[in-house]
């Protein structure tokens, strides 16, 4: 980090995983996906944002987030707060930041774009073992 604090990184991190968890993906996916927020032009936004999502811990009886230890209750906090610009802005960042890495796509099965290919009926519309 450059920009952030690492322990406004590291609730970023955990909060990634917490709204898209996927216990097959490493952490390192999920730090490229929030590492678009250690700009200088977002600083400010996870600043108040992290003393959003803590203040919410502290409000549910936790000490902040970062030391909440189960799951179900770090997504109690994020639910309080899914309302806010903070909480939505990581959201709808997270979709395009995490999926849109292709080291990840066979972890889910996808294989990519097929148009170039010949479309899904051509290739892998009858793959889908998974279901």
Excluded at 21 to 36: I, L
Excluded at 66 to 86: M, N, P
């Amino acid at each position: 980090v450059t920009v952030i604090s690492p322990e406004e990184m590291a609730i970023l991190l955990q909060m990634a995983r917490d709204i898209y968890p996927h216990d097959q993906v490493a952490d390192q996916f999920y730090a490229v996906a929030v590492k678009g927020y250690d700009v200088a032009e977002k600083k400010d936004l996870v600043t108040a944002g992290i003393a959003e999502v803590n203040a919410a811990a502290k409000a549910l009886g936790h000490a902040d987030y970062a030391s909440i230890g189960w799951e179900e209750d770090r997504v109690k906090v994020l639910q309080s707060i899914e309302g806010s610009t903070f909480f939505q802005t990581v959201r709808s960042g997270l979709v395009t930041g995490l999926y849109n890495q292709k080291e990840i796509w066979p972890i889910f099965g996808y294989q990519g774009e097929s148009f170039s290919q010949g479309g899904y009926i051509d290739r892998g519309f009858n793959d889908i073992d998974w279901l």
